[in-house]
């Protein structure tokens, strides 16, 4: 069932992404073009407190006109190791600075029709430092109790994918627990 790639073509490209046609051959020999992106990787992290919360931001999207919450997170720069662009993006878009970041989940939240990779960590612990420095970021940045998830996902208040692995995950694992100090 693997799909063989003949060649890739780039249509269109910038900083942010790679929009591509792929020749594809089909197990059963037919050919078609498929349009993919390529895109850097991004980095998140889970941030929960010893009171059953979980730091969110309320953001508003574009693309779909939809508002949800979401973790923080945003792409790897150049050089810069998955667990630090988790940190940095926590911290540039909540004024959180997480604790000890570890491991939670790698996901490839559209891998149908993107190589978009997403490392997502967990600390269980976070600092307060002051209001965001990225204020385009989210209209507000809260803490949720981890109880509200199934609520918030039945209400489409919380609809990113990557957000809602990374959060039923950490449930599921018995993740969670850590103070937050402000």
């Not at 976070?126 to 996902?153: F, N, S, Y």
């Amino acid at each position: 069932m693997r799909w063989q790639v003949h060649s890739e073509q780039a249509l269109y490209t910038d900083r942010w992404l790679d929009v591509r046609v792929a020749d594809v051959e089909l197990p059963d020999g037919t050919r078609l073009d498929h349009r993919l992106i390529r895109t850097a990787p991004g980095a998140g992290a889970v941030v929960t407190d010893d009171r059953g919360r979980v730091l969110l931001l309320w953001r508003h999207r574009f693309i779909t006109d939809s508002w949800g919450w979401e973790i923080p997170i945003g792409k790897i720069e150049e050089g810069e190791e998955p667990v630090a662009a988790a940190a940095r993006e926590t911290e540039e878009e909540t004024g959180w600075r997480p604790g000890p970041l570890r491991p939670l989940l790698y996901t490839q939240p559209t891998n149908g029709l993107s190589d978009s990779a997403h490392h997502i960590f967990h600390a269980g612990s976070a600092t307060h430092l002051g209001p965001p420095a990225d204020t385009w970021e989210a209209e507000r940045v809260e803490w949720v109790p981890l109880a509200d998830l199934h609520r918030l996902i039945d209400r489409r208040d919380l609809v990113c994918g990557t957000s809602m692995a990374a959060l039923l995950y950490l449930v599921v694992s018995g993740g969670g627990g850590g103070p937050a100090r402000s």
